[in-house]
């Protein structure tokens, strides 16, 4: 029997800055993870990766990372996720220093 | 220093034209970016967790004054205002974006750097002794070999699609402050019945897999050292694995083969390679030579700084920390500590670097070194003005006197910056420095280097701790392992894994734990802590780290 499916988030680096971004649900990239599409069906998951994956232009090393749903949208689950989300712990200068929560 | 001659700059100018018409393509799509990914590593530039990384190659850590000022420059135009000094002597921009870069490598330029082969699979960045030319106990400057090393190396045609990449180290001091051992080949400078060579180590690596290098040769006379490294990496060349990336190290070559069959290999290469060479490299060495020639030491009244030691605690505190003999009288070696406790090891400010310059500027003979250790030294200041150097550190924040103390941590970037890491390094570091500065029980501790990784290819150097510590991710947990007795000197030992993991929140607790074991275990103030673990063994170290039994196994479990 497969494991159950968990949902997922598309995620990449942008070519340009480099930072971390998240496909949305309308098919844009955002660099708040509480923006991404929360996918809850492996054949989306496949399809809108592959799309992603697609836009060589735009981004770099597009994967599905594992997301759970919460209060304000789509949060992570692995601590690696995290940090790529909110940036470096040492000291806050990557996206946590900026104005907007991530 | 060397200065780049007409050549150099025209290569250097011409790979960040050809890197910089890269980069255009790239962006407008006439690249993609799998075809894009190996030419930008070859100038050193990666893609990181957050952003792009550039790794800018310092020459066996070497730098002036202008060229740290450049540094400053680019961390402030291009990055964040700081840049990271990394166990290689490199130093890394975290935050910059694709299309600065190019003009990144052209500031450098502008000063005699580049990121050149500071990725793939080539000769990296060759690394020296941080006081050479200085220390008093020293044979010989080894930087002049270092940047022969560094010349033939760079662009080498043969050489630029190793089986994995390859660190050479050097060191011209007995005492080895270039961890030679634990590099792909080691070189240190001996002689004998007068003649000046070398001992060739080779095989050394840390890693997933770590190893101590072998005695290749024990005496190679300087004349031969090209064509002799061009045998070893013509050897391994053509017989490492190209199979596996995790055998693909020549440590993993000599595992296999044995020391006495590469041995004979590089022996058979040697007299053709010797025959190609023809002398040119030994002239070139020569002129080398002239550019590392001392500066001119003054005869100063070192009065001055004893007197500051007598009035001021604290910095007689620091000078017994950090400063070191030099090998002029009226001299000493100054190491800026980068681990100010709570702060991020390696990292400096723009406005730090530029302290630094302009202090190497007026009372150090413009030199500038970066450590393997991710500190600063200034390496050539007299004793009499070491007391305006020492205020004027502390008034940058660049005053912490704990170099080669409990505090003085390497540190990977780990999972805070680096996509291969399993676990946060940095944290760890600074969470430690600051319990024990909590303590006060450093200084009582005396000599002992903590060493952490975020993953299993050691760049925190972790094996060579006298007590390692590697970051693992265990079922999406960050996991801590402790090993202990680690030496990364002329005593070179890999540590042993000490027993189960620790979580994030217990390994500060372990490592104190250890330090407070030790002070209670050790024979007196001069037994350092690498010397009571091998004099008692693990045993009393394992009790300290696990003291009951039951969590014990629970954490085995967990681990």
Known sequence: MSRPFTPQVVTANALVAGDVVYLTPDGHWSRHHAEAELIEDPDRAAARLAEAAAQTGTVVGAYLAEARPGPAGPMPVHFRELFRAQGPSNYPHGKQAETRDV | ?559
């Open chain 2, 1 to 559: 220093m060397y200065d780049y001659t007409a050549f150099d700059a025209a290569f250097v100018r011409a790979r960040v034209a050809q890197f910089r018409a890269q980069v255009a393509r790239r962006l407008d799509g006439s690249l993609t970016e799998e075809e894009f990914k190996p030419l930008r590593l070859m100038n050193g530039l990666y893609l990181q967790l957050h952003a792009y990384m550039l790794r800018v190659a310092i020459p066996y850590g070497t730098l002036n004054p202008g060229q740290m000022r450049q540094l400053a420059m680019i961390a402030d135009r291009w990055d964040k205002g700081y840049g990271h000094f990394t166990t290689r002597q490199n130093v890394q921009f975290n935050w910059p974006r694709l299309h600065d870069v190019p003009d990144m490598l052209e500031a450098l330029a502008d000063v005699g750097m580049h990121a050149i082969q500071t990725s793939g699979n080539t000769i990296r960045n060759v690394t020296a002794d941080h006081f050479a030319g200085a220390a008093a106990d020293e044979i010989a400057d080894p930087r002049p070999v270092a940047e022969l090393i560094r010349q033939w190396s760079t662009d080498h045609p043969e050489f630029q699609f190793l089986p994995r990449k390859f660190k050479i180290a050097i060191t011209g001091s007995p005492n080895d402050r270039a961890v030679t051992r634990a590099h792909d080949i080691g070189l240190r400078m001996v002689t004998r019945d007068g003649a000046p060579g070398f001992e060739v180590i080779l095989g050394g690596g840390l890693g997933r897999t770590p190893m101590i290098g072998k005695v290749l040769r024990d005496f190679l006379p300087e004349a031969d050292l090209l064509p002799y490294l061009e045998a070893i990496l013509a050897t391994y060349n053509l017989l490492g694995r190209r199979d596996n990336k995790f055998k693909a190290r020549i440590k993993i070559t000599v595992h296999e083969h044995g020391i006495d069959a590469l041995r004979d290999l590089v022996e058979a290469e040697f007299p053709r390679r010797r025959a190609a060479f023809g002398g040119a490299d030994r002239d070139w060495l020569a002129a080398i030579a002239a550019q590392f020639a001392p500066p001119a030491f003054r005869d100063a009244d070192p009065a001055p700084y004893h007197a500051a030691r007598d009035a001021d605690p604290v910095f007689r505190a620091w000078t017994d920390t950090n400063v070191a003999a030099h090998r002029h009288p009226g001299y000493g070696i100054v190491s800026i500590s980068l681990k100010a406790h709570g702060a991020t090891p390696g990292d400096a400010t723009a406005a730090q670097m530029r302290v630094m310059a302009d202090l190497a500027e007026r009372h150090g003979h413009g030199a500038l070194r970066i450590s393997h250790e991710q500190n600063v030294i200034l390496p050539h200041v007299p004793l009499a003005e070491i007391p305006a150097v020492h205020a004027a550190l502390r008034d940058a924040g660049l005053g912490t006197a704990n170099i080669g103390l409990a505090s003085d941590i390497i540190a990977c970037p780990g999972m805070d910056y680096c996509s291969l890491a399993t676990a946060r390094s940095i944290p760890v570091a600074q969470d430690i420095a600051q319990r024990l500065d909590a303590l006060g029980i450093e200084q009582a501790a005396g000599p002992l280097k903590i060493k952490i990784s975020g993953c299993i290819n050691a760049c925190g150097h972790h094996h060579v701790g006298h007590i390692g510590i590697l970051g693992l991710d265990r079922a999406g947990v960050e996991n801590y392992q402790v090993t202990l007795g680690g030496d990364g000197t002329e005593t070179a030992a890999i540590g042993t894994r000490a027993g189960p993991g620790f979580a994030a929140d217990e390994i500060v607790p372990a490592v104190e734990r250890l330090i407070l074991a030790y002070l209670e275990l050790r024979d007196g103030p001069d037994e350092t802590f690498l010397e009571a673990y091998r004099r008692l063994g693990a045993a009393p170290f394992k009790a300290a780290l696990y003291p009951e039994s039951e969590p014990r196994k629970d954490r085995s479990r967990a681990a």
